[in-house]
């Protein structure tokens, strides 16, 4: 939209399409520059420029400036796209210099900023209507000042969706990206309830733009002056929502289907929508029969490792899955950005790739496609191991899973860690009074710091407190409430339980 396009929409409205307009340009030059070409998304993205309302010079000369690059090589790069199969508006590459449209004879947009205004109560923000960052003071819900630049991150992420301009899950890695870098990674609300920045911005993402095209949708029936819609039907719907595929009046969609409340049509994390419906002249999209077939499908379980499940809560135990690789991907990176050991590394990469592996296997045997997207909108990149690496962990595992069975049968009796917990040796204090004076035993501070040092094995013990560390230069007992070595002991005076660990630990 150039500046001679403004309407009579409110500035704020025309600000949210003017930002739009902007991200749009951006990416389209930036998809030329990597490829030198106008690629099919870049084609689709100059073609929605257009309904925007630019014209085609507008455009040219956009592309131009912002390339910096000459008429003659514009001119190459929009008479080669328009030999293209995709091409979906030809006239954009034909150098027509068609006129822009006027925001206020602009129907698209003037549909798209009715629905803002209405979903935001005219306060032309917050189109999600999140309730994140927001603290409860005196019974009411306050935002805190973070809470703004994460409504304006949704409000783009909305507007990038519902206009078409970008694909879903482009737009979630943005977000997400946009959020974390801001500080922001996680999400809290004033009931107490907290969830990761990726959780939390694809299901405000998500609700927001359900709710947006409802608005929408309710203007063309105004439109079309009728009272009657047809909800939408998915696989995989929360038993409460059977009201799906069936025609409703509007009163009805409220009563029968919840719409406007948290749990209904269009609430939380709701995929159903609802159309417009013209008896007599709309045909449904289902019959009764093939709604109820559909549903007796939906009821239909199928048995993975001993347990049953129907669609929808196979689709539940796919999000469980997916938010516990979200978090142990999160682990890796943490891990690697804190300098930690290649070994633990390893191990966190390959709980991720096991945990992935049952993913699929599940999703498999479910039927029901793999929703990947949903972990990797994270934006963290690749955190499964190479083969090699997977393998070598894995038989290290196993290893360690047959030394603690060994470990137990000595008669340790603790949590057993066949990699030593690790402990700040500088941190550490000695009680010699009980150690030496009436234990006898015999050793020194230094002496009893390289039995931690050099211990093969580790057991914690006693509800957490303490930390018992064997070496086979000796053993060491530490009180992590304090940080205090409490006793330590030279081989002489090993228990036979101890004795028979030694053993087990010099046979590895």
């Not at 407190?465 to 992590?480: D, H, I, P």
Request: hydrophobic share 35%.
């Amino acid at each position: 939209m150039t500046p001679e396009q403004k309407g009579s929409l409110p500035l704020q409205v025309e600000k949210l399409f003017y930002d739009l307009q902007d991200r749009i340009f951006s990416d389209v030059v930036r998809r030329i520059k990597k490829t030198g070409e106008i690629t099919s998304t870049a084609d689709y993205q100059i073609y929605k420029l257009q309904i925007l309302g630019n014209s085609t010079e507008f455009i040219e000369q956009e592309v131009e400036r912002l390339l910096d690059a000459s008429d003659p090589e514009i001119w190459e790069l929009y008479d080669k796209v328009a030999n293209w199969e995709y091409v979906r508006y030809r006239d954009a590459y034909e150098q027509i210099n068609g006129h822009f449209v006027p925001l206020k004879d602009n129907e698209m947009i003037q549909r798209w900023s009715q629905a803002i205004i209405a979903q935001t109560k005219g306060e032309i923000k917050n189109i999600a209507h999140s309730m994140g960052l927001s603290i409860n003071i005196g019974g009411k819900q306050v935002f805190t000042p973070l809470a703004d630049y994460y409504q304006k991150y949704l409000d783009r992420a909305c507007m990038d969706i519902v206009t078409g301009a970008f694909d879903y899950n482009t737009v979630l890695r943005r977000v997400v990206k946009e959020m974390t870098g801001s500080g922001i990674h996680s999400v809290d609300y004033a009931s107490g309830w907290h969830n990761r920045a990726p959780v939390a911005a694809r299901r405000a993402v998500m609700t927001g733009v359900s709710q947006l095209s409802a608005q929408i949708n309710e203007q063309v029936a105004k439109d079309l002056d009728t009272d009657t819609y047809e909800v939408t039907w998915h696989a995989g719907h929360r038993p409460t929502h059977w009201w799906g595929g069936r025609i409703y009046n509007r009163n009805e969609l409220e009563l029968v289907c919840g719409l406007g409340d948290v749990g209904g049509l269009c609430g939380a994390n709701c995929r159903h929508s609802y159309y417009a419906f013209i008896e007599g002249v709309s045909v449904p999209n289902y019959t009764a029969e093939e709604l109820r077939e559909l549903e007796e499908k939906e009821a239909q379980t199928q048995t993975y490792k001993g347990k049953e499940y129907n669609t929808y809560q196979a689709q539940q135990a796919q999000r469980q899955m997916e938010t516990q690789m979200r978090a142990q991907r999160a682990k890796v990176k943490q891990l690697q950005a804190g300098g930690a050991e290649q070994e633990d590394i390893n191990s966190a990469k390959t709980r991720y790739l096991h945990t992935l592996k049952q993913y699929q296997g599940f999703s498999k045997k479910m039927k029901i496609p793999e929703q990947m997207e949903r972990v990797y909108m994270d934006g963290l990149g690749r955190a499964a191991p190479g083969k090699s690496t997977y393998q070598k962990t894995i038989a290290k595992e196993r290893q360690n899973v047959i030394l603690k069975e060994r470990l137990k049968e000595t008669g340790l009796r603790g949590k057993i860690h066949t990699a030593p917990t690790k402990i700040d040796l500088n941190s550490l204090t000695f009680d010699n009074a009980h150690i030496n004076k009436e234990r006898g035993h015999k050793v020194t501070f230094e002496e009893a710091k390289s039995f931690i040092q050099k211990a093969r094995v580790s057991e914690t013990v006693w509800n957490g407190r303490f930390e018992r560390y064997y070496s086979t230069e000796g053993v060491a007992y530490v009180n992590k409430n304090n940080l205090q070595i409490r006793t330590a002991y030279k081989p002489e005076q090993f228990s036979k339980v101890v004795k028979r660990v030694m053993e087990v630990i010099n046979s590895e």
